[in-house]
């Protein structure tokens, strides 16, 4: 078997779901799944000075958002290297920032470090609300029949406040996987009603868990905090393009990053890969070429129902071409030959 034919595994496999991680990925692919994502960070940041300041501590254009508008954004050090990567959602009387999971105190930090006489306050939201993701082929066509097609159809990072009254609930569209994706963020009090709202009708999606997201992320080529979202490496690295502004201001690590593009420095990129084998190795792991070591794989899963493994790594900007061969050693457990699927994302 060649890396990635997505040849079934065997018939015991097949026949045996017990965690439903199976009939979950299926799910993706053929309709929705809905997941809790509350592992992931959340900030209202208000104050009039607040759409300037992240705009300087940003890679992307912010103070020109409109209530309803969104965009991704990365903070970055000063050497350029990434803090997390985010996204924002202006609202009425904030802007809402959800961050990479484990990652919200951080970046609340960071924007205080660098808030001085700007009229900035930043609130944590972790506690009091929490966030529900909406995934897979049919997500649009569940959100439509639930909120309308207007809210299915808005710009990546678009948003708007759905009900209940009172809630603070927003859904906005955030990066697909199988698909389509959507966030919505709510108060904790509001999750269940909305959960059961979605579960109504023949469309209601499959609740899925952590493992199942994996899978797709991978599968999506989307880095991850802690994984591909590191200070090892900058934003073109891991393809972040969508990410940054090459047109707006000076913002922190701008001057590293800018040069990095106009000189063509950039030496590594992630990209999606194809491993053989039946069990996905421990990550971080090196990456090999013939004898030559050529990079990193960050991320690794098994696909659920097929005997076939995805992976996500950092390899030399020359090796990152569909079809290069390369294999990979982990610290423990056998060595997988593997191929570079693309360029992630």
Not at 4 to 23: H, V, Y
Not at 142 to 166: F, I, K, N, Q, T
Request: proline letters at 6%; one cysteine or more.
């Amino acid at each position: 078997m060649s890396p990635g034919s997505g040849a079934p595994a065997g018939e015991g496999a097949q026949a045996s779901d017990p965690s439903g991680l199976i009939r979950q990925y299926r799910a993706a692919r053929q309709g929705a799944i809905l997941a809790d994502r509350s592992d992931l960070g959340r900030l209202a940041v208000r104050g009039k000075d607040a759409l300037d300041l992240l705009h300087r501590l940003t890679t992307n254009s912010i103070k020109t958002l409109q209530p309803g508008e969104g965009t991704a954004a990365v903070f970055a050090t000063a050497k350029g290297r990434i803090l997390d990567l985010v996204s924002f959602l202006l609202l009425e009387d904030h802007l809402l920032c959800l961050t990479g999971p484990g990652r919200a105190a951080a970046i609340r930090d960071w924007i205080e470090r660098y808030t001085f006489r700007e009229e900035v306050q930043v609130e944590d939201l972790q506690a009091s609300h929490g966030t529900l993701g909406i995934f897979g082929a049919g997500a649009a066509r569940l959100v439509a029949a639930r909120w309308g097609e207007e809210r299915a159809r808005r710009p990546l990072h678009y948003g708007s406040p759905v009900g209940p009254e009172g809630a603070g609930a927003v859904l906005a569209r955030t990066w697909p996987l199988a698909g389509e994706g959507f966030h919505l963020s709510a108060e904790r009090g509001a999750l269940p009603g909305l959960r059961e709202r979605l579960a109504q009708g023949g469309d209601a999606p499959v609740p899925a868990g952590e493992e199942c997201l994996e899978v797709l992320r991978i599968e999506a080529g989307l880095p991850a905090a802690w994984r591909e979202l590191t200070e090892e490496y900058n934003p073109w690295e891991a393809r972040l393009d969508d990410a940054i502004s090459l047109t707006k201001g000076c913002y922190v690590g701008q001057e590293v990053i800018a040069r990095l593009n106009t000189y063509k420095k950039v030496s590594k990129l992630l990209v999606r890969i194809a491993l053989e084998g039946e069990r996905a190795p421990a990550v971080p792991a090196a990456l090999w070429r013939e004898r030559e070591s050529i990079g990193t794989l960050t991320s690794a899963a098994r696909v659920p129902g097929e005997a076939r493994i995805v992976g996500l790594g950092y390899v030399r900007d020359e090796l990152a071409i569909e079809g290069r061969e390369l294999r990979v050693a982990p610290d423990q457990g056998p060595e997988l030959e593997g191929v570079v699927l693309g360029i992630a994302r």
